[in-house]
């Protein structure tokens, strides 16, 4: 049985496990930086500046998407999902859509004018879902990232 509800402190350990699986997935895995400490403390409670939800199937943690408002000059506000993770071995059975379907509700019930999120292009399977479901793929946008160490010899130039 598939459930979906927000994440709450003691979900955390397993939301990092996720993560980390994720980064290994998409073949980045040493770059996990993120703590136990960071998620919860930005996580949870009254000065949250993300929303997790996880998703349980047969009662344990096998999936979460996370997401966070945004500003869009164009559109106002907006909600960014940032990963949407489900265990290898949940792939197929339903928890995907589940979460997906979560983040949509609670960006409708937010009231924004959009949802975005960012799918690599050998995601083959995530992308065409994402189609399936009435999402654009921009294909002529590049996307720029800058690291801390970036950051660092770019102020203190």
């Not at 049985?1 to 996720?18: G, Q, S």
């Not at 654009?136 to 970036?150: E, H, P």
């Amino acid at each position: 049985m598939i459930e979906v509800r927000e994440a709450v402190k003691k979900d955390y350990p397993r939301v990092l496990e996720l993560i980390t699986e994720l980064a290994v997935f998409e073949k980045e895995p040493d770059a996990v930086e993120v703590t136990m400490e960071e998620l919860e403390r930005n996580g949870l409670g009254a000065e949250a500046i993300f929303i997790c939800f996880v998703g349980l199937y047969d009662g344990k943690i096998e999936g979460i998407s996370l997401c966070y408002p945004r500003f869009s000059t164009w559109k106002g506000k907006t909600i960014h999902l940032e990963d949407l993770i489900v265990t290898e071995k949940m792939r197929g059975k339903g928890l995907g859509k589940a979460l997906y379907d979560k983040v949509l509700k609670y960006a409708q019930d937010q009231k924004v004018r959009r949802v975005e999120w960012v799918v690599l292009d050998w995601n083959k399977n995530a992308v065409e879902f994402y189609e399936s479901t009435g999402a654009t793929i921009a294909k002529d946008w590049y996307l720029a990232q800058m690291d801390q160490k970036s950051l660092d010899n770019y102020i203190n130039r």
